[in-house]
């Protein structure tokens, strides 16, 4: 284990300032940044899209660690050259999701599926010990729950994660960034929707035929079970009606 090498990717974007809509590093992926960096290890940072894209720049600033941009125009699926490109890294770190575009948040699933690799969501914290990593999860209402997987994996960073990006004029001015070779080929997003005959509606039908009056009428009143209901006569004549009832059922004994 002595000449391991921890080896880590952060994928980042391009986001977009909510107020101004200025291009920006998205701040998702800069929490996974700064996540990378706690874990240790050597870091690479990778970005597909468009290497002469300034804000690209400002990811310098958050990490000592080389840019490295994969030419990507867009309408080409990014998934097949990011996966080529992501062979051999231990740990893949992403943010939950971009600030622009589709902003899905489906791309770590995707290559987690193209890679056959495990992927761990919504992660907090992070460690990495003998081959493995102990991941603190976010969960709802406050609960929190550590997850252990074998690398290599992928882990999206949930936006709570409780990091501070830290920004240096220094390393922006002083970092590097490589664009890569161009993608021989690519394959083309899978965006068109899929178009299939309607299926026929199955239609509820009500087990008795009555009226809803009637259904609602039985369901407040109880169903009779017999008897005789005494309207008319003398007080004394209910009474003796009520006493032979009872006692035909053996309610009392006198």
Same mark, same amino acid.
């Given at each position: 284990?002595?000449?391991?090498?921890?080896?880590?990717?952060?994928?980042?974007?391009?986001?977009?300032?909510? $107020?101004?809509?200025? =291009?920006?590093?998205?701040?998702?992926?800069? /929490?996974? +940044?700064?996540?990378? !960096?706690?874990? &240790? #290890? %050597?870091?690479?940072?990778?970005?597909?899209?468009?290497?002469?894209?300034?804000?690209?720049?400002?990811?310098?600033?958050?990490?000592?660690?080389?840019?490295?941009?994969?030419?990507?125009?867009?309408?080409?699926?990014? $998934?097949?050259?990011? =996966?080529?490109?992501?062979?051999?890294?231990? /740990?893949? +770190?992403?943010?939950? !999701?971009?600030? &622009? #575009? %589709?902003?899905?948040?489906?791309?770590?699933?995707?290559?987690?599926?193209?890679?056959?690799?495990?992927?761990?969501?919504?992660?907090?914290?992070?460690?990495?010990?003998?081959?493995?990593?102990?991941?603190?999860?976010?969960?709802?209402?406050?609960?929190?729950?550590?997850?252990?997987?074998? /690398?290599?994996?992928?882990?999206?960073?949930?936006?709570?994660?409780?990091?501070?990006?830290?920004?240096?004029?220094?390393?922006?001015?002083?970092?590097?960034?490589?664009?890569?070779?161009?993608?021989?080929?690519?394959?083309?997003?899978?965006?068109?929707?899929?178009?299939?005959?309607?299926?026929?509606?199955?239609?509820?039908?009500?087990?008795?035929?009555?009226?809803?009056?009637?259904?609602?009428?039985?369901?407040?009143?109880?169903?009779?079970?017999?008897?005789?209901?005494?309207?008319?006569?003398?007080?004394?004549?209910?009474?003796?009606?009520?006493?032979?009832?009872?006692?035909?059922?053996?309610?009392?004994?006198?």
């Amino acid at each position: 284990m002595d000449s391991w090498q921890l080896r880590i990717a952060v994928l980042v974007s391009i986001g977009r300032n909510p $107020v101004s809509g200025a =291009a920006r590093p998205d701040r998702n992926d800069l /929490l996974a +940044l700064e996540l990378a !960096r706690k874990a &240790g #290890g %050597e870091l690479t940072i990778l970005h597909a899209g468009d290497p002469n894209e300034p804000a690209l720049a400002d990811y310098l600033a958050y990490s000592a660690a080389p840019l490295e941009i994969l030419p990507m125009p867009g309408g080409p699926d990014i $998934v097949p050259p990011l =996966a080529a490109r992501l062979q051999g890294f231990h /740990l893949i +770190l992403t943010g939950s !999701r971009t600030e &622009g #575009g %589709e902003a899905s948040g489906m791309l770590p699933y995707a290559l987690a599926k193209r890679l056959g690799l495990p992927i761990v969501a919504q992660a907090l914290d992070l460690a990495v010990a003998e081959g493995q990593a102990e991941i603190t999860q976010f969960l709802p209402k406050g609960q929190r729950r550590r997850i252990t997987v074998r /690398l290599p994996a992928i882990i999206a960073v949930h936006p709570m994660a409780p990091l501070t990006p830290r920004y240096s004029h220094l390393r922006r001015v002083s970092g590097q960034s490589v664009t890569l070779p161009a993608p021989a080929s690519t394959e083309a997003a899978s965006t068109a929707w899929r178009t299939e005959p309607a299926r026929k509606p199955v239609v509820l039908q009500a087990t008795e035929k009555k009226s809803g009056h009637a259904r609602m009428a039985a369901a407040i009143t109880s169903e009779s079970k017999g008897g005789t209901l005494v309207t008319e006569g003398t007080p004394t004549e209910k009474a003796l009606a009520i006493l032979a009832y009872l006692r035909s059922h053996r309610l009392i004994e006198f």
